[in-house]
């Protein structure tokens, strides 16, 4: 009994061997062109504002965000990804902006990661604005909601490792359309094959390592720039993070249902000063890449 085992596992791990040697050069081939890729230029930012209302003649549930005393998220985080598009596409020479949402109307998260892949984005930005819930509190035996205006400052998201099947779904189909297919049909997005399997692991890791240090150049320039203060950089499964196969950011840019945040998130010094900070960490970050792929 036992032997067998050893022998069905000597039998899987030659296997492995083979294909691994098989197809090595192809993958080898692919990695230069597209992980480490010599002269990697970052070309494509995805700027994605979160929210919206929904779009006239739908009854449907859509993600209208937070609201503060007077303001709403998905009003502030169009104003803020409409100037950042203006200041890329100015202070950022060869870099082109796509909107996954330009207009006040809601669009699905499906979509706006659809738009990301299909533009070939090298970076994927959602801005949000955080609120926390009210507390629930007991006067005169009664259950009484009081709002909650203690978050202040930013919070920087990237996708969490718990969601990355979906990732995967989205880096197999990009995989099948790219070159990574070679002249004999292998390494696309075959999930059996083993060029796929180490392929996409090292496409994931990447992306995460990128999506980390992204968020941590944009901390910075928060902090040590604007004087915010943060909750720094935490991983959570962000549907719309997990589904776009690039380096992801969420940046949660104040909290609007606090008063001081609220005037911060509305001003046009607010906005401006979050927008610098965004790209002066996107220039650090492009550097930073293309200096590498050299
Ligand atoms: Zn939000």
């Known amino acids: 009994m036992k032997n067998k085992i050893l022998k069905r596992l000597i039998c899987t791990f030659s296997l492995i061997l083979v294909s691994f040697s098989l197809f090595s050069f192809p993958l080898y081939k692919f990695k230069i062109d597209t992980l480490t890729s010599s002269g990697y230029k970052l070309r494509t930012v995805i700027i994605d504002a979160g929210h919206g209302q929904n779009p006239p003649g739908t009854g449907g549930h859509f993600s209208l965000g937070a609201s503060g005393s007077y303001s709403n998220e998905r009003d502030v985080t169009l104003a803020i990804a409409l100037k950042l598009q203006t200041a890329i596409e100015k202070d950022m020479a060869g870099v082109k902006v796509v909107l996954t949402r330009s207009t006040p109307e809601d669009v699905s998260w499906e979509r706006r990661s659809e738009i990301a892949n299909e533009n070939n984005g090298d970076v994927f930005i959602s801005i949000h604005c955080n609120s926390l819930p009210d507390k629930v509190e007991y006067s005169h035996g009664r259950r009484i909601h009081v709002p909650d205006r203690s978050g202040k400052g930013v919070l920087l998201l990237v996708y969490g490792f718990h969601r990355t099947k979906e990732e995967e779904s989205v880096i197999r189909k990009k995989l099948n359309e790219d070159e990574a297919v070679d002249e004999t049909g292998n390494g ?103 200096d590498a792929a050299e």
């Open 188 to 290: 696309g997005g075959d999930p059996n094959d083993p060029t796929t399997v180490i392929l996409m692991n090292a496409i994931k890791t990447k992306y995460r390592k990128q999506s980390i240090h992204l968020a941590d150049l944009i901390n910075t320039e928060f902090v040590d720039h604007d004087g915010r203060h943060s909750d720094g950089v935490i991983e959570q499964g962000v549907l719309v993070l997990c589904h776009s196969a690039m380096p992801s950011v969420l940046v949660e840019t104040g909290f609007i249902n606090n008063p001081d945040d609220e005037a911060y998130l509305n001003s046009e010094s607010g906005q401006d000063e979050i927008v610098a900070s965004l790209v002066r960490a996107l220039t650090n970050y492009k550097k930073e890449v293309e």
